[in-house]
């Protein structure tokens, strides 16, 4: 069970026709309380307090471009591990990250085109973990807790383009590298048994299963995608469009030990679309190319038996004609 209060705060202030700032503030508490329904007891109750504060600053450079930057901080709450033997690990804290970003945002070629740029950095702290119950037995599974810290920084861009009535163009691209910061462990690939010995031995990961600078699970560095349009009125109630667009993803690790990998993707898609009145009618295709990928992923930990990694495949491809009605 799960009560929560909270209370915000925001105060702007324009220290000039061009420049402004703003602050605000958000407090919360949960308290939390659970019970273990298989021993028929209650866990515990808890209550988590936080403060989650943002500024914001932005600066109209001239009539097209506005410089801004922020500062923020989130949380995400504790809770419980209503399967552990071990006391101190019933009660897992919150997690909290910084987030900082300076970004450029542009309108150029006389309104045609808009294109934003950003920088940004995250930094992760106490990050809930799966880990190993010491006093559990073979079938406790997995227990959450406090144990790392990561750091997340990159780039971005996005942007559109009108270049005539009819042809117009989109675009995005962003950079990310996340990583795990030293010290921090995944104990889960500790586990093992007589049949399936634990992955981490040495050879495929450190045997303590530190995960200290690899790359955070499913989090793949770059991401572009670029579309195109042509569209055109025929009647003052009728129009068409037609639209390309083609998306990529950079390989990315499938878990933290970074000791498996999925591939790179590269997806186009294509629609044809006509709007009459209060009628849409439109033919799409998604993945032309009918690329096989691994759209994502996820670690399944056993409690007496080998570590499975679950793929996800993602739509081959696809057809479709929709009709719409707005009324």
């Known amino acids: 069970v799960t009560e929560a209060t909270s209370i915000f705060a925001e105060v702007s202030y324009a220290i000039s026709e061009t420049t402004r700032v703003s602050l605000e503030g958000r407090f919360i508490s949960e308290d939390i309380s659970t019970y273990d329904n298989r021993r028929d007891i209650p866990v515990g109750e808890e209550t988590f307090d936080f403060f989650t504060p943002r500024a914001t600053f932005e600066w109209d450079m001239n009539d097209n471009s506005m410089l801004y930057a922020t500062v923020a901080r989130g949380a995400k709450a504790g809770g419980f591990n209503s399967n552990a033997v071990s006391e101190d690990l019933r009660i897992f804290d919150p997690e909290y990250n910084w987030t900082y970003e300076i970004g450029l945002k542009n309108?150029?070629?006389?309104?045609?085109?808009?294109?934003?740029?950003?920088?940004?950095?995250?930094?992760?702290?106490?990050?809930?973990?799966?880990?190993?119950?010491?006093?559990?037995?073979?079938?406790?599974?997995?227990?959450?807790?406090?144990?790392?810290?990561?750091?997340?920084?990159?780039?971005?861009?996005?942007?559109?383009?009108?270049?005539?009535?009819?042809?117009?163009?989109?675009?995005?691209?962003?950079?990310?590298?996340?990583?795990?910061?030293?010290?921090?462990?995944?104990?889960?690939?500790?586990?093992?048994?007589?049949?399936?010995?634990?992955?981490?031995?040495?050879?495929?990961?450190?045997?303590?299963?530190?995960?200290?600078g690899n790359d955070i699970e499913r989090s793949p560095d770059t991401q572009l995608s670029l579309g195109l349009q042509w569209a055109d009125t025929i009647s003052s109630s009728l129009d068409y469009y037609i639209r390309a667009d083609v998306g990529y993803q950079s390989d990315f690790f499938a878990d933290p030990i970074n000791a498996a990998s999925a591939p790179d993707r590269t997806i186009a898609n294509a629609a044809i679309g006509v709007n009459m009145d209060k009628f849409a009618l439109r033919l799409w295709a998604r993945n032309l190319t009918d690329e096989a990928y691994v759209s994502s992923s996820l670690q399944i930990i056993q409690a007496t038996s080998n570590n499975i990694l679950g793929t996800f495949m993602g739509e081959r491809r696809t057809y479709g004609l929709t009709l719409s009605y707005t009324y």
Do not use: H, K
């Open 107 to 212: 309108t150029l070629w006389g309104g045609r085109a808009i294109v934003n740029v950003a920088a940004f950095a995250t930094t992760w702290e106490e990050m809930q973990i799966n880990i190993l119950d010491p006093l559990g037995g073979p079938f406790t599974g997995t227990l959450t807790a406090n144990l790392g810290d990561a750091t997340i920084w990159g780039f971005e861009a996005e942007g559109s383009v009108l270049f005539t009535e009819n042809l117009s163009m989109d675009f995005a691209a962003s950079y990310t590298d996340a990583t795990y910061d030293d010290g921090t462990v995944d104990e889960r690939f500790t586990r093992g048994n007589d049949f399936f010995p634990p992955p981490c031995d040495g050879t495929v990961c450190p045997v303590g299963a530190d995960i200290g």
